[in-house]
């Protein structure tokens, strides 16, 4: 026991940092802060964090997958420089080889390494017997269900018997049964040490499944990622999300999650959460709305309590915050503690008429998103009134990836044409200043 005290960590992220941008160096946009953490024996560790946060880049730094910026990864002593044996990946969802059957897509990774035939198949049908996929060895993945498909993910990863399992949120994917199921399956064979596993590190940005699975939640804090919080969960297994610890618990995360941070030395292009480069969540303009009318009407009466709302309006976390952080980003609402408190001119949003309403909307978004701005004063300059899409997406591209500077132009057209400050031709991928009809 006091051997195992003093063992050191299975892993160790030392003052991890990243950036990223086109514009590489000092320039590129902080990702990941001063990042250090410990993964021990024996633990399931949850890194808890908002949309955008660093969550990924920093998992795929520990798997060896991307390099850091600044600071290293020790694996066992050993830098990590490179995909590692004994650290493998659960993603999100798996991109499984359709024409080979369940069997053969768990046996390859097996194979890849230099494992023999018979031994390779052995472990395979031993991972698949583990993880319940039991008699579907010889199905395509066509033929199976969602949730059976990320069981093979889980059987790929469990095949190669690694020493950490690294998830990045794999159950976000599936449906809320399936989803419950998978989880339960999951941490029951960990509890039972049926699988060939010593330690977890998990991605989640649903509180209630870093608490349901998690010995220790690490909260990542926003632009730049750095560590908030640690939280010890003591809670037994298995844990009953109704347990008023667990409330408790979830409350108190909710709280360090929700907690104003302060935008101090604010630095061009190294802060996103400010100017041009902010990433913009997908949120439609009635899911705006309809928070604000409730948070307006009783009993909220203009103030709520961010778990009662979310049950209330029947949302997950995963699908409240970005909610509350638009409203709070074009200053309808204001986040602190765990409550969301409409401002006055969101009071106003609640008592106005349809076209009052999207005209307050579009003036707050011109006052407080950048992009929205940049985008109509380059239509107001323009003698045409009118420019390509690509013009603001390349643009974008110097702050954060395609997939996110996709997400977010998507997200300023269709709140720019509710707010009536620009139309949007999806033919033409053009904006302009005509009505879109
Ligand atoms: N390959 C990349 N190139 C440029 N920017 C990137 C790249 N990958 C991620 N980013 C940026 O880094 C930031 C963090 O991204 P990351 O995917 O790590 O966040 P996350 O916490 O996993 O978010 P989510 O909860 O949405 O999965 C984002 O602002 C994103 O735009
Ligand atoms: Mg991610």
Redesign the pocket.
């Known amino acids: 026991m006091l051997a195992s005290a003093s063992a050191p960590p299975l892993l160790e992220i030392r003052d991890v940092s990243q950036r990223?941008?086109k514009t590489s160096g000092e320039k590129g946009?902080l990702?990941l802060d001063g990042v250090t953490m410990q993964l021990e024996e024996g633990e399931i560790v949850g890194l808890l964090?908002r949309?955008?946060?660093?969550?990924?880049?920093l998992l795929r730094i520990v798997a060896g997958l991307a390099r850091p910026a600044g600071g290293e990864v020790v694996y066992r002593g050993a830098k990590v420089e490179g995909p590692v044996d004994g650290v493998a990946m659960v993603f999100q969802s798996f991109a499984l080889f359709p024409w080979l059957s369940v069997l053969a897509n768990v046996e390859l990774g097996l194979r890849a390494k230099g494992v023999r035939e018979a031994e390779a198949r052995r472990r395979a049908l031993q991972a698949i017997d583990i993880i319940g996929l039991d008699g579907f060895e010889n199905a395509y993945p066509k033929e199976i269900s969602g949730g059976m498909r990320q069981r093979v993910g889980f059987a790929r990863a469990l095949v190669v018997a690694p020493n950490i399992l690294l998830m990045d949120?794999p159950f976000s994917a599936l449906d809320v049964l399936t989803a419950e199921t998978l989880r339960t399956d999951l941490l029951d064979l960990w509890v039972e040490g049926r699988m060939p596993i010593r330690s977890i590190l998990m991605?989640t940005?649903n509180i209630e499944e870093a608490v349901l699975m998690c010995d220790r939640i690490v909260v990542l804090s926003s632009n730049p990622g750095r560590i908030a919080a640690e939280i010890r969960v003591d809670l037994a297994h298995p844990r009953n999300r109704l347990d008023p610890e667990f409330r408790q618990l979830v409350d108190h995360i909710y709280a360090l999650m929700t907690q104003r941070t302060e935008p101090a030395k604010v630095r061009e292009g190294a802060f996103?959460g400010t100017g041009l480069g902010m990433?913009l969540p997908t949120v439609s303009t009635n899911t705006l709305a309809g928070m604000i009318e409730e948070v307006a009407a009783p009993p909220y009466d203009g103030k709520a309590d961010l778990p009662a709302l979310a049950d209330s309006l029947q949302l997950e976390i995963d699908d409240l915050f970005p909610v509350a952080e638009t409203l709070q980003l074009l200053r309808f609402a204001e986040l602190a503690e765990g409550d969301i408190k409409l401002t006055p001119a969101g009071k106003r949003f609640a008592e106005l008429g349809v076209d009052q309403r999207k005209k307050l909307f579009g003036d707050h978004l011109l006052a407080y998103v950048p992009l929205a701005q940049r985008i109509r004063r380059v239509l107001d300059e323009r003698p045409s009134h009118h420019a390509p899409a690509t013009r603001f997406r390349e643009e974008l591209e110097d702050y954060?990836?395609e997939e996110?500077a996709e997400t977010t132009l998507k997200s300023v057209t269709t709140w720019g044409r509710y707010g009536e400050l620009f139309a949007y031709d999806e033919s033409a991928q053009a904006f302009s200043l005509e009505n879109p009809q």
């Open positions: 990223y941008g946009l990702v964090g949309s955008g946060c660093g969550k990924s880049t949120e991605v940005h996103p990433a954060m990836s996110y």
